[in-house]
C-alpha cells in the first residue's frame, strides 16, 4: 500500500475509486468477529485502519478513542463512525463524501450482528443450556479479555505517551494520568466520565 501522503495526492489511485468498498469489507470482518463488545473490537480496529490501510496515524486512532468515550453510545460504533469519516478526509475526499464514509464503517459493523442475531436468537435461546454451547463460551471469554489487553497494549505509544528522549515532563504527567486513571477506575470505582473529563483537565493544565 502506498504511503498515506502519496494516496492523498494522487485521486486517480485505486485507493479512491475503491475506498468504500474496503471501508465496507474492512468493517464488515471486524463486526463478524469482534468478539466482547467494542473495547475488545478496537485492537482489530486499530489494526485494520492503522496498520493495514494506513488510513489513519496512531495518534488520530487515539483521538478517535477518546472522542468515542466521550460521546453517547457504544465505544465500537462511534470508533466505526469517527474512523470512516476520517479514512475519507485524509484520502482528499469532501465532507459529504467523508460522511458517506462513516455511514458505510458503521453499517458494515452493525450487519453482521444485526444479522446473526436475527438467524440465532431463537436457536441459542433454545440450546443456550447445553454442554456444546457452554463450551464455546468458555473458549471465547479468554479470547475477550486478551482482545481487551492487546487493545490497551496497542494504545501505549510515544504518539500517546510521548518519550524520556523528546518530552520528559509530558511523558511523566502522561504516565502519571495512566496509573491515577488506572487506580481510580479499578479500586475506587470511580466514574470512568469523570476520570476522562478529569484527566482532560490536568492534561490542560499541565501540558498546555
Not at 478517535?64 to 470508533?79: E, K, L
Not at 481487551?148 to 504518539?159: H, Q
Request: proline share 4%; charged share 10%.
Amino acid at each position: 500500500m502506498a504511503p498515506l501522503s502519496n494516496r492523498r495526492n494522487n485521486p486517480l489511485t485505486l485507493f479512491h475509486t475503491m475506498i468504500y468498498l474496503y471501508l465496507f469489507i474492512t468493517f464488515f470482518e471486524i463486526g463478524l468477529f469482534g468478539f466482547g463488545g467494542g473495547y475488545g473490537m478496537l485492537s482489530l480496529i486499530q489494526n485494520e485502519t492503522v496498520e493495514h490501510w494506513h488510513w489513519l496515524t496512531t495518534a488520530e486512532f487515539t483521538d478517535i478513542v477518546a472522542v468515542s468515550q466521550m460521546t453517547p453510545g457504544p465505544i465500537g460504533i462511534n470508533s466505526a463512525t469517527y474512523c470512516g469519516y476520517t479514512a475519507c478526509v485524509n484520502a482528499g475526499y469532501s465532507m459529504p463524501m467523508a460522511v458517506l464514509g462513516s455511514v458505510t464503517a458503521t453499517c458494515a459493523l452493525v450487519l453482521p450482528s444485526f444479522i446473526l442475531m436475527i438467524l440465532i436468537s431463537k436457536m441459542f435461546l433454545k440450546y443456550m443450556k447445553t454442554v456444546a454451547v457452554q463450551s464455546v463460551f468458555a473458549g471465547l471469554r479468554p479470547a475477550v479479555v486478551g482482545l481487551l489487553a492487546a487493545a490497551t497494549l496497542l494504545l501505549c505509544t510515544k504518539e500517546n505517551f510521548s518519550a524520556p528522549g523528546e518530552n520528559a515532563w509530558q511523558f511523566g504527567i502522561s504516565v502519571m494520568l495512566f496509573i491515577a486513571t488506572f487506580v481510580g477506575t479499578l479500586f475506587f470505582k470511580v466514574n470512568p466520565i469523570k476520570m476522562i473529563v478529569m484527566s482532560a483537565f490536568a492534561g490542560l493544565l499541565l501540558l498546555y
